[in-house]
């Protein structure tokens, strides 16, 4: 029973639509010109929302995706001897080498760091 509950808690939404993740590869070709795109998923039944990516010619700096906070389910796990699950943006400190581009998403009461070296430009 708490095996069945876990792969399907109880603030689940209740549309399946809603609640399904996809994690997809895209390949772009090295001489792609820079600029925005738009990328949709089809499958048999449906037809997600456009989704817009840009393509750059800068090295990318990325982070994992942050997890929405879930106090009802975190609640429930410790209900059933389980710990918390961890979400949230945990804090994030780096140092970087510019020209780049960062890209990355902060959840309430995150924090990220970025340093890097600049000087003054001469006029």
């Given at each position: ?12 939404t209740a ?32 037809l ?5 990516f ?70």
């Open positions: 029973m708490r095996v069945k509950i876990l792969r399907n808690p109880p603030n689940r549309n399946p639509a809603m609640i399904d993740t996809v994690t997809i590869k895209v390949s772009i070709a090295a001489d792609a010109e820079p600029g925005e795109r738009e990328i949709r998923l089809v499958t048999p039944n449906a997600s929302n456009p989704m817009r840009c393509v750059g010619t800068l090295p990318e700096i990325s982070r994992a995706a942050a997890k929405p906070t879930n106090p009802d389910f975190d609640k429930f796990l410790e209900r059933l001897g389980g710990a918390p699950a961890l979400t949230g943006t945990p804090k994030h400190d780096a140092q970087i080498r510019l020209p780049a581009t960062v890209n990355g998403q902060i959840m309430p009461g995150g924090v990220d760091r970025y340093h890097f070296s600049a000087t003054a430009a001469s006029t």
